[in-house]
């Protein structure tokens, strides 16, 4: 089947600083992707969706000036969380769509902000 | 709004144990159904889904039957192994409109052997 990566797969940050987070699918496009936040013990909270050259759209109280989303490519979509805060801390999961409607995920990246 | 309500967790069973995680879901329209299954470290991995009433997924001795009439979608398995330890989600996508999955809170299943 289809794989997605994420890069890095854990990172320990400072607080007020940004971490970069990468999505790759690695053998089809995508022409869309998503990007969630697992909370522990709890489902997958959608927060924003990328489109391929467009602005991500961002679900209901989701900060978009905090969680900057940038889809440069049909392979790659990075989430940028901005003066990152110990609630920051979380597992996010992104997901890439191919062009038959078929979701892929990311293994998730676990980001704690010291 | 569209929700998916799965049964609390967490799910212990003994190996060769039969299977059933409830999953009912709210939405308008007929949406398509899935079962995702998360392995210890690693990211959601389809197992199963189905796209219309009365359609039956099934994958790696799982099974579940989209029913309208009771807007269920619930897994099975007959005889279930410890490496089928893992958390289960289900999900639903509409089939028009924005196409977003809409996720269960998920169910831990521990197999002992």
């Known amino acids: 089947g289809a794989v997605v990566s994420q890069h890095p797969s854990w990172v320990i940050c400072k607080s007020g600083t940004s971490v970069k987070i990468e999505c790759r699918s690695l053998d089809f496009q995508a022409t869309t992707m998503f990007w969630y936040r697992q909370f522990p013990k709890q489902s997958l909270m959608l927060m924003a969706t990328?489109?391929?050259?467009?602005?991500?759209?961002?679900e209901q109280g989701v900060e978009k000036d905090k969680f900057l989303i940038n889809h440069a490519s049909l392979t790659l979509s990075t989430l940028t969380v901005t003066s990152a805060h110990p609630e920051d801390s979380s597992f996010y999961i992104c997901?890439?769509?191919?062009?038959?409607?078929?979701?892929?995920f990311g293994p998730g990246t676990r980001l704690t902000v010291t | 709004g569209n929700s998916v309500t799965q049964m609390e967790g967490p799910v212990t069973l003994s190996e060769e144990a039969f299977l059933t995680i409830n999953c009912t879901y709210t939405a308008t329209g007929y949406p398509s159904l899935f079962w995702y299954v998360q392995y210890p470290g690693e990211g959601l991995q389809l197992l199963l889904k189905?796209?219309?009433?009365?359609d039956k997924g099934s994958n790696k001795g799982f099974e579940a039957t989209y029913r309208k009439e009771t807007t269920s979608f619930h897994l099975e398995k007959g005889s279930v192994q410890v490496s089928d330890s893992a958390v289960y989600f289900c999900?639903?996508?509409?089939?028009?409109?924005?196409?977003?999955?809409?996720f269960g809170t998920g169910t831990r299943l521990t197999i002992i052997p």
């Open positions: 999900a639903l996508m509409p089939n028009f409109g924005n196409e977003k999955l809409t």
């Open positions: 189905a796209t219309k009433a009365d």
């Open positions: 990328s489109n391929e050259g467009s602005k991500a759209t961002y």
């Open positions: 997901s890439a769509r191919d062009p038959g409607t078929e979701n892929y």
